[in-house]
């Protein structure tokens, strides 16, 4: 991805989504314009700059942009929080110095997070993901609700693939669309973090390629994170489930994220959690972990002491 594109295509969106009476600048006679939203010289106008200079940072030009002036441009352009991490990250990608990478390995996941999901089956579905959303490590419960997650042999499982692609995903999730763009949300924000990051482009190009809803959601340069917050998720044996899911940020851990669903105590949400844990057909995965403790993580339970 060529982050001079993605910076003026993420600020000509964020301009033609304002008027000017949302901003309170004066709009004269009745015709109607040749572009959407604000102009540039409006935007500059509310930034307290020069026309010729936001022209030339729209181009991606920002050697010189200083972090007040980019600033100046959030506010003017009215960029919530993500938003404007996402335009320093794009600014900060195309100064000179940055670091190109090509391909970024799926790194392992250590034994000890592999141990705490595992052990968060009896709470809920647990699983660690990468700023791809590359799924790495996953408890029992887990692979059940999201039971669309198979990938090919030597192919990591992918939650944004699974979204996009898989014809189980509207059925999990009955929020689809939403659930969808929040995802492709997060992964736009990651763009702007790496751009280089050969394996997200190849992720991004597959699912443009695939799926025309993930292409018009990509087209629109929202950005987004997600730290909590409420879902509905479905399952055949005991329908829609209404649970709190927490992102955890693991930043000693190569970006890695420990996502968990769980349900309040004497809930039907919460019983109907026990009944999932209980399904015979969960198997948990730990794809970039060892042998040994993936065995561990997959081997069966027995609650019965006579089955000892």
Not at 89 to 110: C, E, N, S
Not at 163 to 174: D, G, I, K, V
């Amino acid at each position: 991805m060529d982050p001079k594109r993605e910076l003026r295509e993420f600020l000509i969106s964020r301009r033609a989504r304002l008027t000017p009476e949302e901003v309170g600048l004066p709009h004269y006679g009745m015709r109607a314009r040749r572009v959407p939203g604000l102009r540039r010289d409006e935007v500059a106008r509310l930034a307290g700059v020069s026309v010729d200079y936001y022209t030339r940072l729209e181009r991606g030009q920002v050697a010189g942009a200083s972090d007040s002036v980019l600033d100046a441009v959030a506010r003017a352009l009215r960029l919530d929080r993500p938003e404007r991490e996402h335009l320093t990250d794009l600014a900060r990608a195309i100064r000179p110095g940055t670091k190109r990478r090509t391909r970024t390995a799926v790194a392992p996941v250590r034994a000890s997070l592999l141990r705490i999901v595992s052990a968060l089956d009896s709470e809920g579905p647990a699983f660690i993901a990468n700023a791809r959303m590359d799924i790495l490590a996953a408890n029992r419960i887990a692979t059940v609700l999201f039971s669309g997650w198979h990938a090919p042999a030597g192919r990591t499982p992918n939650h944004a693939r699974f979204l996009f692609l898989s014809p189980q995903a509207r059925e999990c999730f009955p929020d689809w669309e939403q659930t969808a763009q929040g995802v492709v949300n997060i992964l736009r924000a990651h763009a702007g973090r790496d751009p280089f990051d050969r394996g997200l482009s190849d992720l991004i190009g597959e699912l443009s390629v695939r799926s025309d809803v993930f292409r018009q959601m990509w087209a629109r340069h929202d950005v987004g994170s997600h730290y909590a917050g409420v879902k509905r998720q479905h399952h055949p044996a005991v329908g829609v489930l209404t649970l709190d899911v927490d992102v955890i940020p693991l930043p000693g851990d190569a970006g890695h994220t420990l996502l968990t669903f769980t349900a309040a105590p004497d809930t039907p949400d919460r019983d109907a959690l026990r009944l999932l844990a209980a399904w015979s057909g969960g198997t948990a995965f730990a794809g970039a972990a060892s042998a040994t403790t993936a065995d561990a993580m997959s081997r069966p339970r027995h609650t019965d002491p006579d089955e000892e």
